[in-house]
């Protein structure tokens, strides 16, 4: 067990809705990230992956409760963990990278100021160590000029250049964990296989574990070593990527497979997840959510 | 830059002329007569007139006008009927203690109304806020003057705390070179001098700055609201920061720009407000005398006046415009 960076255990989130206990957002949701690797988390739109993702970090909405199951992250306990607490290892141990690079930088704050600010709060850096570090993380990145790169504004970059700013900020402080919440989706196809491939080098660097989120199992089986397919807030089908790619044994990952494009495949061979797949699988949550209504 | 302020100089201008008509032709068409205000009772027809030609008022409001502009734009602005100084100067020597008192009252507005803003949203959903949005509430019914009469009240009558009337104690013997007594009080590091400044200032500045205090407390507090639920600020949670530096550090900034257009606007009320605030607390500033200009239908000090103001709300837009490109760094460029 000392190997691995987060457990996540028979996690249940549900809609708050009064006393009752709501329709459910995350079943009995389970997974585990080894130290140094990276894991994917594959569902479509509305699985619940920005949940669980949210659900580590402490920032799900106000109306989603957490009901039962645990997060262990790196030996500690982030169900219910106070906030002080959590402060200080978010951004320290754990960190984000974004969805939307183009909201997800301050406005009116200039980037070096915006990378160096966790580095003075966890690490108690002076601010020329911490631009000194700033510009090391922007040159690992392939930012060029990165002297002038950390005097500007967000608006003075593209999509591209800002999530490179997010993701070097995000091995800032040399976490143990990465939460990456499909930090390509905002950005145009070749910037996304750039950013990809930058992600993978970095983890390679810094032997991060990273949880990758994203929609694309394409993605996925490039980039990853473990996989977690989701659907309906519960986890369909789990293991090693090159088990899962060459045998899946749950008809929804096998119907993901056929809707991922590829390139050795013609566009009009993609085919959608089939109706009754989908069917069966909403079928079991709504039996699983009756059955914990029940149960409370 | 230089294209902006040749654009706004010009705009400046034309407003200038604009009030200038307005005005002119305004306290020349309501009733009450300066001649009648000076003269007295027995003065005969012909006194009457002689004094009318004195002041040029025999000719048409055309005439007059040109009269009047012609000189104004040398910076002649004619002698104060009821006063018999140069309004020039009158209005000079008086400014200053207006300032003061505007920029007092600005300056606790906005920090009041900045406190406020940040501690409601500190305690947002929980029951303080809802203490903070009810007293708000209150102050934001409760106009000016309704401070003033209550602080003379309170502070001068039940609990005799503060002078209630002046700018500064007569019997303090300090030689002012300018009427900026703060300022060259601060400067001078008078501290008797200041204190006494204080006791005399704080409750006709109180009163102004109320008000505004409340509107930017309302408007702040609901674009910080806004602005907490921005991807940026949740990534300042996620990288651990606490809920007041995320409040302070990161959301204020972005949120400023909607409570500054507010403070701009609403400052125009200020500025109006000392006129009766002024007047209330026997303040010696250009409000004061504008009432009594205006009693006395003293023409020449009215226009003055009147153009006085015009040029402070002019400035405060264009310092508003200036503060704008300050808050947000993509109005910097170009
Ligand atoms: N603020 C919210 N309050 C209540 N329910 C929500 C809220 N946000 C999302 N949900 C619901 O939670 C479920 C999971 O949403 P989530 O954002 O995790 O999906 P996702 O897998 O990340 O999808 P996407 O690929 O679109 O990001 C969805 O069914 C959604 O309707
Ligand atoms: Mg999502």
Redesign the interface.
Known sequence: MSNTVLTIANLHAELRAGRKTGPGILRNVSLTVHQGEMHGLVGESGAGKSMIARAILGILPRSILISDGSIDCLGRQMVGLADSDRRKILGRDISLIPQDPLTALNPARRIGAQMTDVMRLHLGWSRARAHDAALALLNEVHIRDAEAVLRRYPHELSGGMRQRVLIATAFACEPKLIIADEPTTALDVTVQKQILRLLREMQNRHGTAILLVTHDLGVVAKMCRSLSVIHSGMIVEQGEVSDIVTRPEHAFTRALFAATPRYDRPADALSPVPGEVVRELEEKAATFDRARAGLS | MGAFLLRRAVEAALTLIGVAIVVFVLVRVVPGDPIAMMISPGASEADIQALRALYGLDKSILAQFFIWAGHAVTGDFGTSISLRQNVVSLILSRLPATLELAAAATALAVALGVVFAVLGIMWSRRFPEKIIDGFNGVVLAIPDFIWALAFILLFGVLFPLAPISGRIDPRIEFEFVTNFYFVEALLRGEIAVLADLFAHGWMPALALGLPLAAIITRVLKGSLDQAMV???V?????????RLRIVVG?AL??AAIPALTITGVQFTFLVGGTVLIEKIFSYPGIGNLAIDAVINRDLPLIQGLIVTFAVIFIFVNLSVDMMYAL????LRHG
Do not use: S
């Not at chain 2, 808050?327 to 993509?330: G, H, I, K, M, V």
């Open positions: 921005e991807d940026y949740t990534m300042a949670r996620v990288k651990g920061f606490g990161e900034q972005n808050l947000n760094p993509r």
